[in-house]
């Protein structure tokens, strides 16, 4: 919180600026199309469930990103907010972060149900499950975990130092999940193409191992810089640079598959992949994560 008062830290607030509202915005465009959104097939009451489910996710985090743009204005600009106000308010931010990622659990049941119904075919029902089932399981559980884990310690109560362990791990977390997701679509895209899929086309290549060992990479990375930093008692004493080349790369990562997308089109023709990170992504917004990346990483203060 201390850093973002200082005047020499203007880039750094721009950019934590413009992240949220990409945050807010996407997520509240995502919002309102689901509420308009519907599926009628065999399969009418799991879609209903996880679509009106994943919606009131979906909102929660719009309300997130919204008090999040607000109170980035209010306390890094305006100065119109106190310290332990912007504290409440962060608390609430992650809170409904939390309710977000919960939304997700009925989503994995269905995968993993739908993989166990004897009468879907054997090859759908293990692609769904690696696809949908498994990712949602994981996600739906370990992230509300470290959040709500994070929204305790993020006490004006409380020492300094719980609420730095749980924000590192809370972040590591996400890259893990990150890849788990990515990964796992991935994998259903080449069990539904065969594996000519990435060896025919080197820009499928690419983005895949950008995906399996670029995003597991840069996984390991935050997870070793978290170890190093879990003693650390309070977040002034971070190296916010280290920080900035970690969010620089997970949102180059998002910018690159994008930009291939655009100059290159669907390679190897239309599938899950590309359906996934263009159309059903709700994570796109992390596009926008180098404007805040890029002023960490070459902030001239240690």
């Known amino acids: ?49 996880t679509d009106t489910v994943g919606c009131v996710g979906l909102g929660f985090r719009t309300v997130a990103g919204f008090i999040a743009v607000i109170t980035i204005l209010l306390y890094a600009f305006k100065r119109g907010l106190s310290r332990p106000k912007a504290i409440m308010s962060l608390r609430l931010v992650v809170l409904l972060e939390a309710a977000y990622w919960l939304s997700l659990f009925p989503s994995g049941v269905w995968g993993v149900t739908y993989f166990t ?7 759908l029902g293990t692609g769904f499950l690696i696809e949908t089932g498994l990712p949602c399981i994981v996600e739906s559980i370990v992230m509300p975990i470290v959040l709500v884990k994070l929204f305790f310690e993020l006490s004006p109560n409380k020492p300094v130092r719980g609420a730095v362990k749980w924000g590192l791990l809370s972040g590591t977390f ?6 788990l997701n990515n990964t796992s679509i991935w994998t259903a895209a080449l069990m539904e193409k065969g594996i000519e899929y990435i060896s025919l086309y080197p820009i499928n290549l690419f983005s895949f191992a950008m995906t399996a060992v670029g ?23 971070l190296n916010l640079r280290k920080i900035g080349l970690t969010v620089t790369a997970f949102g180059l990562y998002f910018d690159l598959n994008y930009v291939l997308w ?14 996934w990170i263009l159309g059903h992504n709700m994570d796109l917004w992390i596009l926008s994560a180098p404007l805040l990346g890029l002023p960490l990483l070459f902030r001239r203060k240690p």
């Open 117 to 123: 119904d004897a009468t879907s075919a054997a090859f």
């Open 174 to 179: 996400y890259l893990f999940v990150s890849w």
């Open 215 to 237: 995003l597991l990479l840069l996984t390991a990375y935050a997870a070793y810089f978290s170890k190093k930093s879990l003693g650390e008692e309070s977040f002034e004493k």
């Open 1 to 49: 919180m201390m850093m973002l008062n200082a005047k020499s830290d203007l880039p750094v607030k721009i950019g934590l600026l413009f992240v949220a509202l990409a945050w807010f915005s996407f997520t509240f465009y995502e919002f309102v199309n689901g509420l308009f959104h519907g599926g009628y097939t065999s399969q009418f009451f799991w879609i209903l469930l």
């Open 262 to 275: 655009l100059f290159f089109g669907s390679v190897g023709g239309w599938g899950t992949w590309y359906a």
